[in-house]
């Protein structure tokens, strides 16, 4: 944890420590996101349990070996659009990516194996409240109005070979309740976006393992250039949902 003293209106304020954030939890989120050039609005509720359990998910058609596996489910409020990230624990590239077009009707899901998208790590996710960057540079740099109600400002940013990313969790103030999730993209000084997701009804807690099943059977993996396509966009910071592939 990181602690930083700040300064506002010339006064000193005692510092201030990163909340302690739940692992496992449910939000509902109200997104929108621009990117370069592309404009995605989402609603829905977001599933996080980084607990090893058995789902029938888990495990590909292609094996009959059962596994468990750790879970973050996008459900759509429309029941369109839903992503369903299945993680292998110990296996930082392993693990099943599931998209499903309407989780209230019984279309057949296909699914992209995690090795194809590169290192992928539960805590980071989009709005991961475990994320290790932020965990080691995170800071609490003051307080802020948000929606009429004060809240606690953490920032920090991430920084590759050309392009950045700059982080910002609004927190409801003296609490560990995230209420937005802010995040701009730069390559060098150009910048490319930005992804605003605004929570509500956040409850922490394991979510029932109910949300990580969908209606419909899965058909198997999908079409090379629909994993490639939600890989790029993924390693490009875009959201799971924003990443969608728009075919199958």
């Known amino acids: 944890m990181q602690h930083l003293a ?9 510092s ?4 302690d954030f739940p692992t496992s939890w449910s939000v509902h989120e109200d997104q929108v996101a621009r990117v370069t050039g592309s404009r995605l609005t ?11 359990v058995s789902l029938s998910t888990c495990t590909p058609p292609t094996t009959t070996k059962q596994r468990n596996c750790s879970a973050t489910a996008y459900v759509d409020d429309s029941g369109h659009k839903s992503t369903y990230h299945l993680f292998e624990p110990g296996q930082s590239i392993r693990g099943l990516t599931y998209f499903v077009q309407d989780k209230n009707i019984r279309n057949d899901a296909c699914y992209c194996d995690m090795a194809a998208e590169g290192r992928w790590i539960q805590c980071e996710i989009a709005e991961s409240l ?4 932020m965990l080691k540079h995170g800071q609490v740099t003051g307080q802020a109005q948000f929606k009429g109600k004060p809240v606690d400002v953490i920032q920090w940013s991430e920084s590759l070979i050309i392009a950045s990313t700059k982080f910002r969790i609004y927190v409801e103030a003296n609490s560990s ?4 999730y ?4 730069f390559e060098g000084k150009r910048a490319l976006g930005y992804n605003e997701v605004n929570m509500s009804a956040f409850t922490p807690g394991r979510p029932d393992s109910s949300v990580f099943a969908f209606n419909g059977r899965v058909s198997g993996m999908c079409a090379d250039r629909v994993c490639s396509t939600y890989a790029k966009a993924r390693q490009a910071g875009a959201h799971p949902i924003a990443a969608y592939p728009a075919w199958k």
């Open 16 to 19: 201030a420590t990163l909340p």
């Open 6 to 14: 700040f300064v506002l209106s010339g006064v000193a304020i005692a």
């Open 182 to 185: 802010y995040t701009e993209f």
């Open 130 to 133: 475990c994320n290790p960057f």
């Open 177 to 180: 309740t995230p209420a937005q």
């Open 42 to 52: 989402w609603h829905g509720t977001v599933y996080n349990d980084p607990t090893s």
